[in-house]
């Protein structure tokens, strides 16, 4: 099915480890995004790509990384995890300059506990 | 800071019954969009309204938009059990390109 696949769906980290978020999509969109959800709020916006090759940091960057390894794969790494890093991660993707006629297509999300 | 400010935070009617969301934004956008969320699912686009429009339909749904109170609402007609759902808005600012800013979102329960 044509989409936003994240993997994976949950994960539990110890304070201090790393590890990588892998998003992945399907529809040839030129940007993508990943958010933070936590309990009771919105989404927060930690890191955007707007095309392949730039990244850019959102309102809630500190403590991640990102990787666009190419048009369809962007990827979010904690280098050493924290449990104020424990939420819900979500990944979108739009086609280039149509976020504002179409919207975001949302992956379904990766739950992540740091004990 | 979340640009969107939802009210109510949650709102439980009856089936058949009509729900209203409203939502209030902080700075000038180009566009402003509802999405919904099923429990544990990630988030589904709904509807978009740009910045010149006032009104717009869709199915069930109708979202209005007043640039100058800055604030949106959505009006979900003849609520089923299924619609039972968190609904965010989101806006695109005039200055920020594609990205969304989400509001902090109303917890639909439509009770059968």
């Known amino acids: 099915n044509a989409g936003v696949t994240q993997t994976p769906k949950f994960q539990v980290l110890k304070t201090g480890q790393s590890m990588t978020l892998q998003c992945a999509q399907d529809m040839n969109h030129n940007s993508m995004y990943w958010y933070r959800q936590d309990p009771g709020m919105g989404l927060r916006l930690i890191y955007y790509s707007a095309s392949e090759g730039t990244t850019d940091k959102g309102e809630v960057p500190n403590g991640y990384n990102v990787s666009r390894l190419n048009k369809r794969e962007f990827s979010l790494r904690l280098e050493s995890a924290a449990p104020s890093q424990t939420s819900v991660y979500f990944c979108a993707s739009s086609a280039f300059g149509t976020a504002s006629f179409y919207g975001y297509t949302f992956g379904s999300g990766t739950r992540l506990t740091v004990v | 800071s979340q640009q969107g400010e939802e009210d109510p935070q949650a709102l439980s009617i009856q089936e058949g019954e009509n729900a209203t969301m409203n939502c209030s934004y902080k700075t000038s956008i180009n566009n402003l969009q509802w999405y919904r969320q099923n429990s544990g699912r990630g988030l589904v686009h709904l509807i978009l309204?740009?910045?010149?429009?006032r009104e717009k339909h869709s199915g069930r749904l109708r979202v209005t938009l007043d640039t100058s109170k800055k604030s949106s609402s959505l009006l979900i007609t003849a609520s089923r059990a299924a619609d039972t759902a968190s609904y965010f808005c989101?806006?695109?600012?005039?200055?920020?390109?594609?990205?969304?800013?989400f509001g902090e979102g109303t917890q639909l329960t439509v009770n059968p």
């Open positions: 989101a806006t695109v600012w005039e200055t920020s390109g594609s990205r969304l800013t």
């Open positions: 309204i740009r910045s010149n429009e």
